[in-house]
């Protein structure tokens, strides 16, 4: 079982993998795409829409309360978006306990920013999330 990936669940739907690849993601006003070349450090994560579903926006605010409490500082308030879809995200710093928040609040990719630029590394799917009663994407 892997922990981290550059590839999606084999399972997930090629519009939806393609989806996470196009989207772009953004805090205090830069905007980065994966693949883009940065020197930031850090990881764009977010409790919304577990597993990549659509859940209802008080829900998601909820859990979005919720990871903000539990996130190691400092974080800043972000977003990603494609097309219509906008969700609301935290850059935090990238530590062992915000890796293990991306999985807990089940999600299903995070953006690393690192020293080889900004990669998407998709979450495996280790059974059900505590916090997200969506079944996980390998399920």
Same mark, same amino acid.
């Given at each position: 079982?892997?922990?981290?990936?550059?590839?999606?669940?084999? $399972?997930?739907?090629?519009?939806?993998?393609?989806?996470?690849?196009?989207?772009?993601?953004?805090?205090?006003?830069?905007?980065?795409?994966?693949?883009? $070349?940065?020197?930031?450090?850090?990881?764009?994560?977010?409790?919304?829409?577990?597993?990549?579903?659509?859940?209802?926006?008080?829900?998601?605010?909820?859990?979005?309360?919720?990871?903000?409490?539990?996130?190691?500082?400092?974080?800043?308030?972000?977003?990603?978006?494609?097309?219509?879809?906008?969700?609301?995200?935290?850059?935090?710093?990238?530590?062992?306990?915000?890796?293990?928040?991306?999985?807990?609040?089940?999600?299903?990719?995070?953006?690393?920013?690192?020293?080889?630029?900004?990669?998407?590394?998709?979450?495996?799917?280790?059974?059900?999330?505590?916090?997200?009663?969506?079944?996980?994407?390998?399920?």
């Amino acid at each position: 079982m892997r922990a981290w990936s550059s590839r999606p669940c084999r $399972r997930w739907p090629f519009n939806k993998a393609r989806a996470f690849r196009l989207s772009t993601y953004e805090a205090a006003g830069i905007r980065v795409r994966p693949g883009d $070349r940065i020197r930031m450090r850090g990881l764009f994560l977010t409790a919304e829409n577990p597993g990549g579903r659509r859940w209802p926006a008080g829900l998601n605010r909820r859990r979005m309360a919720l990871l903000a409490a539990l996130l190691p500082r400092p974080w800043l308030p972000a977003w990603s978006g494609l097309g219509g879809w906008r969700e609301a995200m935290f850059l935090a710093p990238d530590t062992r306990r915000t890796r293990r928040l991306a999985r807990r609040f089940g999600q299903a990719a995070v953006l690393l920013l690192g020293p080889r630029g900004a990669r998407l590394h998709w979450l495996a799917c280790s059974g059900p999330h505590k916090l997200a009663s969506a079944r996980p994407c390998c399920a």
